[in-house]
């Protein structure tokens, strides 16, 4: 998806790992997963076709999932933490691949985004 700002420069979000970055003239790919950038994805992918991928790049999907589910939930950071009594520095380390959330944790989360447990796990692990 890509957005205009103030500068004029476009800014896009990978369909994969939802960073938010500044559309280059000279490159297409994601500067966090090097993937390619599709202007035309609108919406979180729930099944996609299984790669094999190192523990370290699921862990960062996952929380660029969680990070997107949350925005699109409407919570900030300070307010989805409080919803989950924890701390905000918390939801950041989770978000960028910093610290494994639990599976209570994740259940709470299911429940804060009001997804079925089933969703949600499909939403993060497809």
């Known amino acids: 998806m890509t957005f205009p700002n ?3 420069r476009g800014i896009a979000t990978c369909p ?6 500044f559309r280059t003239a000279t490159s297409n790919q994601c500067r966090r997963c090097g993937r390619a950038l599709d202007p035309n994805c609108l919406v979180l992918p729930l099944m996609r076709e299984r790669k094999k991928t190192d ?5 960062g999907q996952i929380g660029g999932r969680i990070r ?7 919570y900030t950071q300070a307010a989805f933490a ?11 380390r989770v978000e960028t691949a910093r610290a494994i959330p639990s599976l209570a944790r994740l259940l709470r989360m299911s429940e804060a985004f009001k997804l079925e447990p089933a969703t ?4 993060l692990f497809a």
């Open 6 to 8: 103030e500068q004029g």
């Open 16 to 21: 994969h790992c939802f960073l938010h970055q």
């Open 55 to 59: 523990p370290v790049s699921r862990l």
């Open 68 to 74: 997107h589910l949350r925005i699109r939930a409407g």
């Open 82 to 92: 409080e919803v989950l009594d924890t701390d905000r520095s918390y939801i950041s």
């Open 120 to 123: 949600f796990f499909v939403a």
